[in-house]
């Protein structure tokens, strides 16, 4: 079955950096586009990136410039490097296929401090 695990949150200072991964399995990855989205407690989930199978990649216009989202069909990975992480970047971050799955992973908290 489709499994997505999401690592590589923390707690950083503003202007920090974190490298998040999602490590895919149960389909055949290099197959799927692969985004990464990230939710706030009493709000929708929000698209964040995402990488084509072709390389391409689109972004929200709030990380732009800030997040890289990369992978690598060796290992059944998504990454999204965060630099210059803000406040409101804090929340819980998630990848999935597009088109997505019904099951998502637990995904990984993100806390940026001022």
């Known amino acids: 079955q489709v499994q997505l695990v999401e690592s590589g949150g923390g707690l950083v200072q503003a202007g920090g950096s974190l490298r998040l991964s999602c490590a895919a399995s149960g389909f055949t990855f290099s197959m799927y586009a692969m985004s990464w989205y990230r939710q706030v407690p009493g709000k929708e989930r929000e698209f964040v990136a995402r990488i084509n199978i072709s390389g391409s990649t689109a972004y929200v216009a709030s990380v732009k410039g800030r997040f890289t989202i990369s992978r690598d069909n060796a290992k059944n990975t998504v990454y999204l490097q965060m630099n210059s992480l803000k406040p409101e970047d804090t929340a819980v971050y998630y990848c999935?296929?597009?088109?997505?799955?019904?099951?998502w992973g637990q995904g990984t908290q993100v806390t940026v401090s001022s």
């Open positions: 999935n296929a597009r088109p997505e799955f019904s099951s």
